[in-house]
Nanobody, 115 residues
């Protein structure tokens, strides 16, 4: 079992920045990817950014150039730096870890961007 604990998030004005952090604990051997998803009210959960154990990174088109994901090796901690935030980035952000085809999720942290 993998447990994920998120920190960061909160309320920020448009154009501002926030940092999200996620730490994995428990049986954390061989985590292949870690990343962030988000879910806005009335919308489906969507990928924001992921990083692999090999260091590859993938971003949603909507956040490219504004968000930066980083992770350690072996994967157990992942950071998401969010710059130039807009109200459209408002959502609950969930940390995700993939280990041997099993997905694990954090409890979610609220990010609210005011206009």
């Amino acid at each position: 079992q993998v447990q994920l604990v998120e920190s960061g998030g909160g309320l920020v004005q448009a154009g501002g920045s926030l940092r999200l952090s996620c730490a994995a604990s428990g049986f954390i051997l061989s985590i292949s990817t870690m990343g962030w998803y988000r879910q806005a009210p009335g919308k489906q959960r969507e990928l924001v950014a992921v990083v692999t154990s090999g260091g590859s990174r993938n971003y949603a088109d909507s956040v490219k150039g504004r968000f930066t994901i980083s992770g350690d090796n072996p994967l157990k901690t992942v950071l998401l730096l969010m710059d130039s935030l807009t109200p459209e980035d408002t959502a609950v952000y969930y940390c995700n870890a993939l280990q041997w085809r099993q997905n694990y999720w954090g409890q979610g942290t609220q990010v609210t961007v005011s206009s």
